[in-house]
RNA sequence: GCGCCUGUAGCUCAACGGGACAGAGCAGCAGCCUUCUAAGCUGCGGGCUAGGGGUUCGAGUCCUCUCAGGCGCGCCA
C-alpha cells in the first residue's frame, strides 16, 4: 500500500459512510484523488473531492468537506490532522510514524521498493529508435534510445510485462541507395570515375564501409554486372551499419529483446497477407496504376499508396503489416516511439489499424520532438544525406552516458532539446546527474565510515527511527514514501522525466539533511537511525537511476 | 496554405490524468570546509506563464483566434 492508496482508502471509507448516513447522496464516481499541495501549509495530501462533489450534492464545497471530515475514522493511524481549507480542500497531516513506518517498510522490501502493481504483468511491447540502417545513429537517435530504454525499464518496474523492439528498415529504395552509394565509393577508391548516385549518402562512414569491402575482397566488384555486386554490397553494408549500432546501442547501455527486419515481412508473406486482407474488406482500390488505401475514411488527409505503379511496395505497405502482426502477438499494449519528422505518419497508421479491426486504444505512439545540438554555442547542421550530424558516438565519447542520458530524459518528449555540448563536457561537475550520484556516493561513504569504525548495523526490525525527529529527516521520508505512487503514475504518463525531478528533489533533500545533521555520532541509536534513513535514500536512488539507466556510483 | 508539436525568470527546463501564493538548475550577488566526500550547504534578486477572447467555484494546463518557432505535407523511409 502506498501513502495514497491508505489514504484514498480513509477517504472513500468517509465517502461511504456519509452516504450512509444521507449526508451525501451521490452514488458514485470517481475513486477520490490525492495529490501533494505545492504549499507547506497545506497539508502532507490534499484531496479535491468535496470540490467535486459540490455541484453534484447541491450543496456548498466547504460543506461537503466538512461532511467527509466528519465520517473520517482513522483512529489515529495514520492521520494527525485533518482540516477543511480554502474553497474546500481537503488537506491532510500524516503522523511522523507514518512516515517512519514507511521507511521500515521499504528497508524490509530492499531493492523491491517501488515495484508497481498497475500493470498486472500485462504485455507490452515497446518499439523505439528503429532507425534505418543507412548510416550511424545520430543525437536525435540517442534521444529516441535513452527515453525507450528508460520507458521500457519504468513499464517493466510499475508490473508490465515488456518486451522491447527495434524495426529494421532493410528494404525499400533507401538501403537501395545505401549500397549503390558504398559500390560507388569502392570503386573511387580504385581510382575509378563513377557518378555518384543522385540521391546518395555522402557521409565518410561510406567510405568507410568500402575500404572493409575493398580489404576483404578486393577488386573482385570492379567489372562486374550490377546483378553481381548488388547483393554482396547491399547485405556487407547493411551488416556493418547494424553493427554499428548495436554497439553503439550497447555502450549508451540500451537494450533490445527483438530485431524485426522489414525484409522478413516481405519474405513470410507477411505484406502480401495484409494487403489482401485490406483488399478484401474493400478499404484498397486502384489508381494510376498503384493500389491505395482509402485511409481518408479514417480521418486521413489524403488516401495514401501502398503499392507502386512499378510494383514495389511502399514502406507505408510493409509497416501497416508490422503493426498487424504486433497485434496479432497479443500484446495489452504497444508503444511506438517515433521522432517528430515521422509526426505526419500517425493518422494513417492509426487509420489502418482501425480498417483492419485493431484497436487502436491499444496502441500509444509517442511523438519525440527533435533534439538542437549547440556546438560552440551555435547549432550543430544536421543532414543524414550530407552527412553532417553529430553522432551518438560522440555524445557518449565527449559527455558521457550517465550525463547525456540524464539529460535526455529530463525534458517531456514534447518538448524541444537544446543539447548544448560544450555545456555538458565543460561544466560536467555542475551537472545534476551528478547531483544526484553525489548524493548516493554520499552515502555509501557513509557506510564504509561506519564499517571503518565498527559500527554493529541492527536488523530492520531492532532500529529505533522514532529517533528521526529533525524535519529536515521527515521530510526525506516523506519523499521516499512518496516513490512507490511516482512509479505506477509516471508509467501510466509513459513519462519517466518524473523521475528526474524526483530525483533531484530527492538528492537536494538528502544534502541539505547531510549538511545540517551529522549521521555518525556517539549516540548509537541516532546514529543507527539516520544510517537505516541514508540506506534507504541509497535504495531510492539505486532504482530510480536504474530505471533512467543512470548509474550509482560507489565513490566519486 | 493545411496538419501535428512548442511558446513559462537573462539562458536551459519543471509544474504529477484543471486545483490553493508558478518552481529548479545555470548565470549574477553575499556567506559556509580543524569534524561522516565543498561534485556539497545557506541566503538574495529575478514572472501580466507570447497576446486577445471563452469554459469553470478554480486555467500555465481545456476551447477559440492572433503572433512566433520546430516538424511534416513523396508512388522516400
Known amino acids: 500500500m502506498t501513502v495514497k492508496e491508505d489514504l484514498a482508502d480513509l477517504l472513500q471509507d468517509a465517502w461511504d459512510r456519509a452516504r450512509g448516513d444521507g449526508e451525501l447522496?451521490?452514488?458514485?464516481?470517481?475513486?477520490?484523488?490525492?495529490?501533494?499541495?505545492?504549499?507547506?501549509?497545506?497539508?502532507?495530501?490534499?484531496?479535491?473531492?468535496?470540490?467535486?462533489?459540490?455541484?453534484?450534492?447541491?450543496?456548498?464545497?466547504?460543506?461537503?468537506?466538512?461532511?467527509?471530515?466528519?465520517?473520517?475514522?482513522?483512529?489515529?493511524?495514520?492521520?494527525?490532522?485533518?482540516?477543511?481549507?480554502g474553497p474546500g480542500f481537503l488537506n491532510f497531516f500524516i503522523q511522523s510514524d507514518y512516515w517512519r513506518e514507511a521507511l521500515r517498510d521499504l528497508l524490509r522490501q530492499g531493492e523491491a521498493y517501488g515495484a508497481g502493481r498497475i500493470g498486472e504483468g500485462k504485455r507490452v511491447l515497446l518499439e523505439?529508435?528503429?532507425?534505418?540502417?543507412?548510416?550511424?545513429?545520430?543525437?536525435?537517435?540517442?534521444?529516441?534510445?535513452?527515453?525507450?530504454?528508460?520507458?521500457?525499464?519504468?513499464?517493466?518496474?510499475?508490473?508490465?510485462?515488456?518486451?522491447?523492439?527495434y524495426y529494421i528498415n532493410d528494404a525499400g529504395k533507401q538501403v537501395e541507395t545505401l549500397a549503390r552509394s558504398v559500390y560507388a565509393r569502392y570503386r573511387e577508391l580504385m581510382g575509378d570515375t563513377v557518378p555518384f548516385p543522385e540521391e546518395g549518402y555522402r557521409g565518410e562512414y561510406i567510405q568507410t564501409i568500402a575500404r572493409e569491402i575493398l580489404e576483404r575482397e578486393g577488386p573482385r566488384y570492379r567489372e562486374v554486372a550490377e546483378e553481381t555486386w548488388y547483393p554482396s554490397f547491399l547485405e556487407q553494408s547493411l551488416t556493418t551499419i547494424l553493427g554499428?549500432?548495436?554497439?553503439?546501442?550497447?555502450?549508451?547501455?540500451?537494450?533490445?529483446?527483438?530485431?524485426?527486419?522489414?525484409?522478413?515481412?516481405?519474405?513470410?508473406?507477411?505484406?502480401?497477407?495484409?494487403?489482401?486482407?485490406?483488399?478484401?474488406?474493400?478499404?484498397?482500390?486502384?489508381?494510376?496504376?498503384?493500389?491505395?488505401?482509402?485511409?481518408?475514411?479514417?480521418?486521413?488527409?489524403?488516401?495514401?499508396?501502398?503499392?507502386?505503379?512499378?510494383?514495389?511496395?511502399?514502406?507505408?505497405?510493409?509497416?501497416?503489416?508490422?503493426?498487424?502482426?504486433?497485434?496479432?502477438?497479443?500484446?495489452?499494449?504497444?508503444?511506438?516511439?517515433?521522432?517528430?519528422?515521422?509526426?505526419?505518419?500517425?493518422?494513417?497508421?492509426?487509420?489502418?489499424?482501425?480498417?483492419?479491426?485493431?484497436?487502436?486504444?491499444?496502441?500509444?505512439?509517442?511523438?519525440?520532438?527533435?533534439v538542437t545540438v549547440l556546438r560552440e554555442g551555435k547549432p550543430a547542421a544536421m543532414s543524414k544525406r550530407e552527412g553532417e550530424y553529430i553522432l551518438l558516438r560522440e555524445v557518449l565519447e565527449e559527455v558521457g552516458k550517465d550525463a547525456a542520458r540524464f539529460m535526455f530524459l529530463t525534458r517531456r518528449a514534447d518538448s524541444h532539446l537544446e543539447f548544448d555540448l560544450e555545456v555538458a563536457k565543460r561544466q560536467s561537475s555542475e551537472n545534476p546527474v551528478y547531483y544526484v550520484q553525489?548524493?548516493?556516493?554520499?552515502?555509501?561513504?557513509?557506510?564504509?565510515?561506519?564499517?571503518?569504525?565498527?559500527?554493529a548495523l541492527l536488523s530492520v526490525e531492532a532500529i529505533s527511527l522514532d529517533r528521526l525527529t529533525e524535519p529536515e529527516e521527515i521530510a526525506l521520508l516523506k519523499h521516499l514514501a512518496f516513490f512507490p505512487p511516482l512509479v505506477e503514475e509516471s508509467a501510466r504518463a509513459l513519462e519517466p522525466h518524473r523521475l528526474t525531478g524526483y530525483l533531484l528533489d530527492l538528492a537536494a533533500a538528502f544534502h541539505g539533511c547531510y549538511f545540517?545533521?551529522?549521521?555518525?555520532?556517539?549516540?548509537?541509536?541516532?546514529?543507527?537511525?539516520?544510517?537505516?534513513?541514508?540506506?534507504?535514500?541509497?535504495?531510492?536512488?539505486?532504482?530510480?537511476?536504474?530505471?533512467?539507466?543512470?548509474?550509482?556510483p560507489e565513490r566519486m
Open 25 to 85: 447522496s451521490v452514488p458514485f464516481g470517481e475513486p477520490p484523488a490525492l495529490e501533494l499541495p505545492r504549499k507547506k501549509g497545506h497539508g502532507d495530501l490534499a484531496s479535491t473531492l468535496a470540490l467535486v462533489l459540490a455541484p453534484l450534492e447541491r450543496k456548498p464545497p466547504r460543506k461537503v468537506a466538512e461532511i467527509l471530515l466528519a465520517h473520517l475514522a482513522d483512529r489515529g493511524r495514520i492521520l494527525d490532522r485533518a482540516e477543511v481549507a
Open 128 to 165: 523505439f529508435v528503429s532507425a534505418n540502417p543507412t548510416g550511424p545513429l545520430h543525437v536525435g537517435h540517442a534521444r529516441g534510445a535513452a527515453l525507450g530504454d528508460a520507458l521500457a525499464n519504468l513499464l517493466a518496474a510499475a508490473g508490465y510485462a515488456v518486451d522491447r523492439e
Open 244 to 370: 554499428w549500432i548495436r554497439s553503439d546501442l550497447e555502450a549508451f547501455a540500451v537494450r533490445f529483446d527483438r530485431w524485426v527486419s522489414e525484409r522478413s515481412l516481405f519474405r513470410d508473406g507477411k505484406v502480401a497477407a495484409t494487403l489482401s486482407d485490406l483488399k478484401a474488406r474493400g478499404q484498397t482500390y486502384l489508381r494510376d496504376g498503384a493500389i491505395h488505401f482509402a485511409s481518408t475514411a479514417f480521418g486521413d488527409d489524403k488516401d495514401r499508396v501502398v503499392v507502386k505503379e512499378n510494383g514495389e511496395h511502399t514502406y507505408f505497405a510493409s509497416d501497416i503489416a508490422y503493426h498487424r502482426e504486433k497485434f496479432a502477438r497479443g500484446y495489452d499494449l504497444m508503444v511506438d516511439l517515433w521522432g517528430a519528422d515521422h509526426g505526419g505518419y500517425l493518422t494513417r497508421v492509426q487509420a489502418a489499424m482501425q480498417a483492419l479491426d485493431c484497436s487502436v486504444d491499444r496502441l500509444r505512439i509517442v511523438i519525440l520532438q527533435m
Open 438 to 455: 553525489y548524493a548516493h556516493a554520499r552515502i555509501c561513504s557513509l557506510f564504509h565510515q561506519a564499517a571503518e569504525r565498527g559500527i
Open 516 to 552: 545540517q545533521h551529522r549521521v555518525i555520532t556517539d549516540d548509537r541509536d541516532l546514529t543507527l537511525a539516520r544510517l537505516a534513513l541514508a540506506q534507504g535514500v541509497g535504495i531510492v536512488l539505486r532504482k530510480a537511476l536504474g530505471i533512467l539507466g543512470v548509474s550509482a
